[in-house]
C-alpha cells in the first residue's frame, strides 16, 4: 500500500485557486516532516513547501505568502492551498514524506493566463 496519496489538482485560470491533500497515516503524520514539490514541463522537481511536526513552515520564495501548507492530524491530511495561481505555477505537484524515498504519481496543476 502507498504511503501516501495525492488529490485535488485541476485546471485554474491566472489568479485561481486550489488546495491540494495529501493522505497518510496517523503515525507518519504525527512523526514526519511532511512537504510539497512540483515539476513543471521540461523543468527539474523543486521544492515548495514543508511543514514540521510542530507546525514550522518553510516556503520557497516563488510561491512565499500565496501558497499556505497545513496538517490536519485529525483528517491525517497535510493541505496546500494555492491561492492567486500564476500560469507559472502550472506543475504537477508531489507530496512528500521526508526522510522517505518515496514519490507517488502526483497530482496535476494546470493554470491559464
Known amino acids: 500500500q502507498a504511503p501516501l496519496r495525492e488529490s485535488g489538482g485541476g485546471s485554474v485560470q491566472d489568479g485561481g485557486s486550489l488546495r491540494l491533500s495529501c493522505t497518510v497515516s496517523r503515525s507518519v503524520l504525527t512523526t514526519s516532516t511532511m512537504g510539497w514539490y512540483r515539476q513543471a514541463p521540461g523543468k527539474e522537481r523543486e521544492f515548495v513547501a514543508s511543514?514540521?511536526?510542530?507546525?514550522?513552515?518553510t516556503y520557497s520564495d516563488s510561491v512565499k505568502g500565496r501558497f499556505t501548507i497545513s496538517r490536519v492530524v485529525a483528517q491525517n491530511t497535510v493541505y496546500l492551498m494555492m491561492e492567486n495561481l500564476k500560469p507559472e505555477d502550472t506543475a504537477v505537484y508531489y507530496c512528500?514524506?521526508?526522510?522517505?524515498?518515496?514519490w507517488g504519481q502526483g497530482t496535476r496543476v494546470s493554470v491559464s493566463s
Open positions: 512528500k514524506i521526508f526522510g522517505l524515498a518515496y
Open positions: 511543514v514540521t511536526r510542530g507546525g514550522s513552515t
